[in-house]
């Protein structure tokens, strides 16, 4: 049984380029979440995607961030114009569902995006 | 609004002590979840516990217990005979309950870093 898999483990970029961050969420799994864990910071919510739709995107920057979910495919957070401030660990989670009762969140092992 | 307050920044032990994390919590919510999650060195975050806020009934697994009072918003973690291994960060959650009743995300404390020294 697969985990959360979140690739590439690494990212380095230069100011100005595009990062694609990528998640595949844990077999059975249709909800996927997005946080960020700034240096000698605690994580703060991103993103909340089922299938195909943003559930909830509050924590989400107003320009350059977004965040899919296709149908097919892994769960994609893209960051456009990357500034050094963006150098942080993401990670994705999964869930088996929308319910409370069935809201427990497994998490991949982030990527740590560098921004030269 | 909902805040998790972990005030231990940093936490050093012996190996073999008993350590316990702190972590308070606010929330308007009848209903929510309460989660611990263990960071250690290397970066990926390992699911530990989730409580139901219906359910104040403390919890033991192995050399983890977990001890859940809602008169002072508190869900705290105990590590008994810590061990070197038990090094990392650790963060309490709290899960909001959106509309209908859904799960939504995770409300993170600034985290614990545990230190065990052999």
């Known amino acids: 049984n697969a985990g959360v898999m979140q690739n590439p483990r690494h990212l380095v970029r230069r100011r100005g380029q595009e990062a694609r961050l990528r998640c595949s969420p844990m077999?059975?799994?249709?909800?996927v979440y997005w946080y960020r864990q700034l240096p000698e910071e605690g994580l703060k919510f991103m993103v909340y995607l089922q299938k195909e739709n943003i559930i909830d995107e509050s924590g989400m920057p107003k320009e350059r961030f977004s965040a899919e979910f296709p149908k097919e495919g892994p769960s994609i957070l893209r960051i456009q114009q990357v500034v050094r401030g963006d150098s942080a660990a993401y990670f994705c989670a999964s869930s088996p569902g929308q319910s409370l009762a069935k809201n427990i969140q497994y998490f991949g092992a982030g990527t740590r995006l560098s921004v030269l | 609004a909902q805040k998790v307050t972990q005030a231990q920044t940093e936490i050093s032990v012996v190996e073999k002590e008993d350590v316990t994390l702190d972590c308070v919590y606010e929330?308007?919510?009848?209903?929510?979840?309460l989660f611990w999650y263990k960071q250690p060195p290397s970066g990926e975050l390992v699911f530990l516990i989730r409580r139901n806020s219906f359910d104040e009934q403390n919890e033991i697994s192995g050399r983890y217990s977990w001890n859940f009072q809602k008169s002072t918003s508190s869900f705290n973690f105990t590590i008994t005979a810590s061990q070197v291994v038990d090094s990392a960060v650790y963060f309490c959650?709290?899960?909001?309950?959106?509309?209908?009743?859904?799960?939504?995300?995770?409300?993170f404390g600034q985290g614990t870093e545990l230190s065990v020294k052999p």
């Open positions: 077999k059975g799994h249709s909800h």
């Open positions: 929330t308007r919510d009848t209903t929510y979840y």
């Open positions: 959650a709290l899960s909001e309950a959106k509309i209908y009743n859904q799960g939504g995300k995770l409300i």
